[in-house]
Nanobody, 121 residues
Framework: QVQLVESGGGLVQPGGSLRLSCVAS????????MGWYCQAPGKQRELVAS???????NYADSVKGRFTISRDNAKNTVYLQMNSLKPEDTAVYYC???????????????WGQGTQVTVSS
């Protein structure tokens, strides 16, 4: 059993900041990559940012220069620092992890339950 639990969402004014956290727990042998996705009402879930084991990162064009993803491997935790927030950043943000539960086993993709981020004045 693997669980991903997000925290840190909320209501913030335009131009403000939020920091999301996601902790992975359970039967984890190795985490290959972690990331954040967002889903706004009526839209598909889309990648916001991801970070691989080697610390290489990938960002959606819309958040480059404003959001920063980081990872604490010892704590199986990924963070998303969100600065200069805009109303169009409003969405449910989901944590994602690609991980293996054993040395020779396959990798699986897990999702958190989501945390709401609302940017409004």
């Amino acid at each position: 059993q693997v669980q991903l639990v997000e925290s840190g969402g909320g209501l913030v004014q335009p131009g403000g900041s939020l920091r999301l956290s996601c902790v992975a727990s359970g039967n984890i042998f190795r985490i290959n990559a972690m990331g954040w996705y967002c889903q706004a009402p009526g839209k598909q879930r889309e990648l916001v940012a991801s970070i691989a084991g080697g610390e290489s990162t990938n960002y959606a064009d819309s958040v480059k220069g404003r959001f920063t993803i980081s990872r604490d491997n010892a704590k199986n935790t990924v963070y998303l620092q969100m600065n200069s927030l805009k109303p169009e950043d409003t969405a449910v943000y989901y944590c994602n992890a690609i991980l293996a539960t054993s040395h020779w086993g396959p990798t699986y993709t897990y999702w958190g339950q989501g945390t709401q981020v609302t940017v409004s004045s």
